[in-house]
């Protein structure tokens, strides 16, 4: 059975720091592209970065470029996303995806003062 | 504001047939294949249709999707009460490079 877990999130204040993980299982985890997608409380779906299986190509939308980084490890079967300077816009649940196809539970960020 | 647009909310009564739609542009759906979602906030989103109109195993054939130009639509037929979800299209944006989400659409069954 495919599995993604989600951890690694929480309350954290403004400029702060984030490291949110991903723990896959059930399928070839080095053999998936790997997302982030998030929802604010109220918006819709948004895709934050995704990571080619090797690691070699990664993307972002704009409003998290120079602040957050995704990674990845194949051999732990896990994903990361590195979360900095963070804003209160960032607040929502973060997922974390494979190929866009399938997705974990979700962890909540709230940043706050 | 999305880069794809849906409409906000749709609605039907149980078995009624309710189709809803996701206008996007020739650097993204005109494009690139078109993936629906249908999420309850909280929950895991679920991949409906993927490649414009294809389903993965374990969707009903109740839903169905298409392509065309630079739209796609989603289709559920024979409209269930637990079909009441939140629903997006999504695809690949070249002019972004990146992925890039519906504004959603609500989903009401009367």
């Known amino acids: 059975e495919v599995q993604l877990v989600e951890s690694g999130g929480g309350l954290v204040q403004p400029g702060g720091s984030l490291r949110l993980s991903c723990a896959a299982s059930?399928?070839?985890?080095?053999?998936?592209?790997m997302s982030w997608v998030r929802q604010a409380p109220g918006k819709g779906l948004e895709w934050v970065a995704n990571i080619k299986q090797d690691g070699s190509e990664k993307y972002y939308v704009d409003s998290v470029k120079g602040r957050f980084t995704i990674s990845r490890d194949n051999a732990k079967n896990s994903l990361y996303l590195q979360m900095n300077s963070l804003r209160a816009e960032d607040t929502a649940v973060y997922y974390c995806?494979?190929?866009?196809?399938?997705w974990g539970q979700g962890t909540t960020v709230t940043v706050s003062s | 504001q999305s880069v794809l647009t849906q409409p906000p909310s749709a609605s039907g009564t149980p078995g009624q047939r309710v189709t809803i739609t996701c206008s996007g542009s020739?650097?993204?759906?005109?494009?690139?294949?078109v993936n629906w979602y249908q999420h309850l906030p909280g929950t895991a989103p679920k991949l409906l249709i993927q490649t414009n109109n294809q389903r993965p195993s374990g969707v009903p054939d109740r839903f169905s999707g298409s392509k065309s130009g630079t739209s796609a639509s989603l289709a559920i037929g024979g409209l269930q009460s637990d079909d009441e979800a939140d629903y997006y299209c999504a695809t690949w944006d070249n002019s972004l490079n990146g992925w890039v989400f519906g504004g959603g659409t609500k989903l009401t069954v009367l």
């Open positions: 995806g494979g190929s866009m196809e399938f």
């Open positions: 020739s650097s993204n759906i005109g494009n690139y294949n």
């Open positions: 059930g399928f070839t985890f080095s053999g998936y592209w």
